[in-house]
């Protein structure tokens, strides 16, 4: 599910996209933001839906094997055991999982190789070989086949990673937090009783979440210039050109947690930050960041600004 440091970036790319825009209708960027963090919950959909895609195909496929011009005694007998698979009758059954496919309109007729391709991978496995010479089967058991097809049959698909990267434009960003979904999922669903079983949610408390990405992206908005002014005094001698904008950003957004955001210790803001930005920014922006909230922080510290509830949040 998305963590407060998924939040922090998806609030850092729609910051971007706002200082990059010539629309500054803020209203509508916090829009395009929350829609880009239901995209998240979209992808998973699309995901649990390729996953039942690829498990069904074994009725085509005994179909096509049927119907050859001289099919063998196997072709003739072809086993679809996986079409009973406990895991995905549960999907199928499941309410809000069927109120999401019609939501984003999930379905595969634009791409109709790909479950083909991905069977025919998962046909020559010797764990799907495994799997269907089992005759105590559980749920447990019948999750690990689909597991095995997520994990080694879709995500090592150069084709699957086509399509997701051409219709999810933060695929690369949000594919770690689309697995840890679909493993949250795999837990969730534990029970033989199908209404049991649910989805994994976006984020652990969505009502709370929404209100920090949401007044996040708005506070960085609105003390845009004295945050920058605060990055300003402490930069002297750089050319501001030469500060990458992403670095900025994070140290705006870092500001404005240790002034805005009293229930956030400063030492989770600061490694929150620095954490991000090794991957959205320069080598070199990590001990830059660094030093430069660390000089401001302390400014802070000295003009009484950091005001925060709890004991031990500032050091």
């Not at 239901?38 to 179909?63: G, H, R, T």
């Not at 096509?64 to 009973?84: F, S």
């Not at 033989?192 to 652990?204: M, P, R, V, Y």
Request: glycine share 2%; proline share 3%; hydrophobic share 40%.
């Amino acid at each position: 599910m998305l963590n407060r440091r998924h939040l922090r970036v998806k609030v850092l790319q729609a910051l971007y996209a706002f200082h990059q825009s010539d629309t500054k209708d803020i209203k509508q960027h916090e829009k395009n933001m929350l829609a880009g963090i239901d995209e998240v919950f979209e992808m998973y959909i699309w995901m649990l839906s390729l996953i039942s895609e690829v498990a069904n195909y074994a009725e085509n496929d005994k179909e096509e094997r049927a119907n050859k011009h001289l099919p063998t005694a196997e072709d003739l007998n072809a086993d679809v055991k996986i079409l009973g698979n406990k895991f995905i009758l549960s999907l199928n059954d499941n309410r809000d999982y069927l109120i999401a496919l019609k939501k984003y309109k999930v379905e595969w007729h634009f791409e109709p190789e790909l479950a083909k391709t991905l069977f025919t991978a998962l046909k020559k496995s010797p764990d799907y070989a495994e799997y269907l010479a089992k005759t105590d089967d559980t749920i447990q058991t019948d999750k690990d086949i689909i597991k095995f097809i997520f994990k080694k049959v879709i995500l090592k698909s150069s084709l699957a990673e086509q399509v997701f990267e051409d219709k999810f434009i933060f695929w690369p960003v949000d594919r770690d937090v689309l697995q840890a979904l679909i493993a949250k999922t795999f837990k969730n669903f534990s029970s033989e009783d199908f209404k049991q079983n649910h989805l994994a949610e976006i984020t652990g408390n969505w009502a709370e979440d929404r209100e920090f990405v949401v007044d996040l992206f708005a506070k960085s908005i609105r003390f845009d210039t004295p945050y920058q002014e605060l990055i300003a005094a402490k930069t002297t001698n750089w050319e501001p050109d030469r500060i990458a904008m992403m670095d900025t950003l994070l140290m705006k957004m870092a500001i404005t947690e240790f002034v805005n955001f009293t229930s956030i210790p400063v030492k989770v803001t600061i490694n929150e930050y620095l954490e991000i930005s090794k991957e959205f920014s320069t080598p070199k922006s990590n001990s830059f960041i660094n030093g430069i909230l660390d000089k401001i922080l302390a400014d802070l510290k000295t003009e009484n600004k950091i005001k925060k509830i709890g004991r031990g949040l500032i050091e």
